[in-house]
């Protein structure tokens, strides 16, 4: 059961359930509301850059182990090469929310930026490879790092969110 549903102050099934602001504001955005420690108690933790290297490990091996689940499926099937490139797009952007997720599961304290920089430096490392590649459309260029790098910052952000509320970090 989510946080904001168990930390209401109503349970919305029941006959005399009251809601009050807080509690409905909390229901319909998913703010958690803590009750007894409150935010300002929890301790602020430095930037890692352990954490931001091995996220960038666990990207390559979420999308690796996603590849094999997808590959497996599609394997030894007739499919067009456009949507082969759709299905490795779609498996790098999953690989990046649930690499945040999976560090937010397993880091400790509160680690939510170290995962979102680590999506971005994955992204800029895949690009500087680039470099080495005699192919013209794959060359390196600051406007793919940017928006490649930024939408990998945000799926991992976010995914790092979630794992970090699941488990009861205030994330």
């Known amino acids: 059961m ?3 549903y168990t930390s209401c102050h109503f349970v919305p099934f029941s006959p005399h359930a009251v809601p009050d602001v807080r509690s409905v504001r909390a229901m319909f955005t998913m703010i958690p ?4 420690k409150m935010a300002s108690d929890q301790q602020v933790q430095a930037f890692s ?3 931001v290297l091995l996220s960038v490990l666990i990207y390559i091996a979420a999308e690796i182990v996603l590849g094999i ?3 497996g499926v599609v394997v030894g ?3 067009s090469i456009s ?3 759709m299905l490795q797009g779609l498996l790098n952007l999953a690989s990046y929310f649930v690499g ?3 560090i937010g599961l397993i880091s400790p304290g ?3 930026y170290e995962p979102a920089a680590g999506a971005f430096l994955a992204v800029s490392l895949t690009l500087l490879l680039a470099i080495f590649t005699p192919y013209s459309f794959i060359q390196f260029s600051m406007t793919k790092m940017l928006l490649g790098g930024g939408i990998a910052f945000f799926l991992a952000l976010a995914g790092a969110r979630l794992g970090e509320r699941l488990c009861g970090n205030r994330g």
């Open 83 to 85: 949507l082969r490139f």
């Open 77 to 79: 099937k007739y499919i």
């Open 33 to 36: 509301q803590h009750r007894g």
């Open 100 to 102: 945040g997720f999976i």
């Open 2 to 4: 989510p946080a904001w």
């Open 69 to 71: 689940w997808v590959g």
């Open 110 to 112: 509160l680690r939510i």
């Open 49 to 51: 850059w352990k954490w």
